[in-house]
């Protein structure tokens, strides 16, 4: 059993062996508790990517690419709202910003491109 059993993607502390490999209970990532994780893969999955695969970055100015829905709201954001001065998160939603006309909202990157 291996003393390290923090995953390296997460850093959940509950992680178990399964068939010579670990696996974590929260993200359910797998990996090999004998090989030494690489810095390049972490760096891979912490940049965010617009609809184009540019990398996005804090501050950044965004384009909507698809008419995008508002819970509570009669009207839509359309296609083509520059937004400005975008903040990243970590999470399904991964850019907060304000929209002018709507407030405060969390966006998709998958839904926008870099201006």
Known sequence: MPTDTTCPKCHCEYAYPNDGLMVCPECFHE?????????D???????????????????DTVIVIKD????????????????????LTD????????????????LKSIFVRKA
Do not use: Y
């Open 31 to 39: 990996w090999n508790p004998d090989e030494q994780p690489t810095p």
């Open 41 to 59: 893969a972490a760096d891979i999955s912490d940049k965010v990517l617009d609809a184009n695969g540019n990398e996005l970055q804090n501050g």
């Open 68 to 87: 995008l829905p508002v819970k509570g709201s009669p009207k839509p954001v359309k296609i083509g709202t520059k937004v400005k001065n975008i903040r």
């Open 91 to 106: 999470g399904d939603h991964n850019i907060d910003c304000k929209i002018e006309g709507f407030g405060a909202m969390a």
